[in-house]
């Protein structure tokens, strides 16, 4: 593509895996930012809350011990590699006789212990870490594969001795092949099937992420940055697209389920008690679904709860779906709208963690729209993103009111934290014309270290010219007490916050003054206009869009 396109800004959909880097010898600028997502998701949760969500989950599910999710994974990639991808691998094993790409390959060449054989290329593709490989490069996916593969299927240890070498040559035909399928066995193993049986807290089960990664700590967070200035600063970064499984300000809402598992569970229980389904992993995807994306239309939440538990496939599924089951499922959607006690559950813990939410979702988007890569704004997320997965994603964007508010803001409107959503639009709109205005004002990334008593909410880092400052675990904040001493120190030179137009002296700010309005602010030269808003004049199109543009 960029010699196609003479050295175009060429991205690539690539999910990344852990530590998984993209390679350095292809002539692309960075991935679509799955990555970026999974890192500000983390960052945000409250490690404090694990044991108890783990506790819980056991529960649910009737074992003595917290599940593993790599088990989890292990099996659900092997019943699709056993199941609607088994023709692949018997592809793959017809493959391993061919010599060359245009050789047919005969039926003598197929091996005598064929079942063996394809029992051993299912369970390597079950055991394959990593999306893919790219021989010879991701050579090491492989061996891990082989390695785990041998600890779970000793018996086949013949089959996967023999089949490691023919599998590590680059173009043999059966080596392509079963790089091609492995990525289909994680996609459809890990996020259309283990992602809706994983629910001890769903914000964490989201494309290009490992929810058995739980949160991260500040310092970790603030190393994952400086790696990605380092190595892709102009790949993207993104919280929603057209393939994750719920909304940005969905997960940060359910994000603060973390900081209040006991009252989560309380909740829990008596929501299953009141709308009974049988299946409390899915009862917890589902209840936490419906509290994040609320207030969600009937329709939208049938939809989904339909999805969810036929993807999970463990008390329905799309090729026998139970009649029984989908009906009480469908009766525990109807009680959030029908039964006063269901509603009373569910408003109780809305005003519980709705403003946190709002904190995590406006400090999300800060970092993303500053940190290092080039943001990706999905569009109608300019406003709160209370989508579930696709087609709930899909529905039509009111640009007329985004349109409206981003007038009144542009006027001089600092608009509330509240149910509109304006104060996110106040963020993006400030942040972004700062990214297409200063773009020398980003060429950086450093940590700002802040002090006192609750220096443990504070994430803050130095573009260049720009610091921006966000608030994690605001519920833990609020019931210590507020920001109290907590302070951070900048150059010594005056400031003002793009977003709020207030001035500081620089040198030690007090937070608490920081982010008195809101949760988060961007630090720039005193001497900066806040609003950018007439340094480029808005294209009006003349004619209507067609179907093709609306969908690019």
């Known amino acids: 593509l ?48 694990r044991e108890a969500l783990d506790a819980l989950d056991s529960r649910l599910r009737d074992t003595p011990e917290t599940i593993s999710f790599a088990e989890m994974i292990h099996d659900t990639k092997r019943g699709i590699a056993d199941g609607i991808l088994r023709s692949e691998v018997l592809r793959i094993e017809r493959e391993l006789g061919a010599r060359a790409p245009e050789t047919p390959v005969p039926d003598s060449a197929i091996s005598p212990t064929a079942d063996a054989t394809v029992d051993a290329i299912a369970e390597l593709l079950t055991c394959f870490p990593v999306y893919r490989s790219y021989l010879p490069l991701g050579r090491e996916h492989l061996d891990e594969a082989v390695e785990l593969a041998l600890r779970h299927r000793p018996d086949l240890a013949g089959e996967i001795e023999a089949l490691a070498p023919v599998l590590a040559t680059p173009g043999h ?67 929603s697209t057209h393939d994750t499984k719920r909304g940005e300000d969905v997960r940060a809402r359910i994000d603060v389920l973390a900081e209040i598992p006991e009252e989560w569970e309380r909740t829990l229980l008596a929501l299953r008690e009141a709308a009974p389904l049988g299946d409390g992993p899915l009862e917890q995807l589902l209840w936490e679904s419906i509290v994040g994306a609320w207030p969600a239309s009937r329709e939208r939440l049938h939809a989904y709860a339909e999805k969810a538990a036929r993807e999970a ?39 519980t963690i709705t403003a946190a939410g709002w904190s995590n979702s406006l400090s999300a ?60 639009l106040l963020v993006t709109s400030r942040a972004l014309r700062l990214r297409r205005d200063r773009p020398g004002w980003f060429t950086r990334y450093a940590p700002v270290p802040a002090y006192g008593e609750r220096a443990a909410h504070v994430i803050a880092f130095d ?44 040198g030690v700010v ?9 949760p988060v602010a961007l630090l720039v030269p005193a001497d900066t206009p806040v609003d950018a808003s007439a340094a480029v004049e808005p294209v009006t199109p003349t004619e209507p869009a067609t179907d093709d543009e609306v969908q690019a």
Not at 31 to 43: E, H, W
Not at 224 to 230: E, I, L, N, P, V
Not at 319 to 329: G, Q
Request: aromatic fraction near 8%; hydrophobic fraction near 40%; proline fraction near 5%.
């Open 2 to 49: 960029a010699a196609a396109t003479g050295g175009a800004y060429v991205l690539v959909e690539k999910i990344l895996e852990g530590d998984e880097q993209l390679p350095t010898t292809w002539a692309t600028a960075g991935t679509t930012g799955y990555d970026a997502l999974a890192d500000i998701d983390r960052v945000l949760v409250d490690p404090a809350g």
């Open 173 to 239: 035909p059966a080596a392509v092949r079963f790089q091609q399928t492995s990525g289909m066995v994680m996609a459809k193993g890990v996020e259309d099937t283990a992602f809706y049986r994983y629910s001890r807290l769903g914000s964490l089960t989201e494309v290009g992420a490992d929810p058995a990664e739980f949160s991260i700590d500040v310092a970790e967070f603030h190393r994952r940055q400086q790696q990605r200035q380092a190595a892709f600063p102009a790949s993207l970064t993104t919280l």
């Open 313 to 351: 496939g463990d008390s329905t599924t799309w090729t026998a779906p139970s009649e029984d089951f989908e009906a009480r499922m469908h009766a525990l959607v109807d009680s959030a709208f029908d039964d006063e006690h269901v509603v009373g559950l569910i408003e109780g813990l809305l005003e």
């Open 365 to 424: 988007k800060a970092i993303q729209l500053t940190a290092p890569g080039v943001p990706d704004v999905y569009q109608g997320s300019e406003l709160w993103e209370m989508s579930l997965v696709d087609p709930d994603n899909r529905r039509p964007v009111d640009f007329d009111l985004r349109q409206l508010y981003l007038a009144a803001i542009d006027g001089g409107t600092l608009p509330d934290v509240d149910d509109s959503g304006a104060a996110k």
């Open 463 to 506: 573009r260049g010219d720009v610091v921006t400052v966000a608030t994690r675990l605001p519920i833990g904040l609020a019931a210590a007490g507020g920001w109290g001493d907590t302070t951070i120190e900048l150059a010594g030179r005056p400031v003002v916050d793009a977003i709020t137009g207030q001035l500081f002296d620089g």
């Open 510 to 518: 007090g937070v608490a003054a920081l982010l008195d309005r809101y």
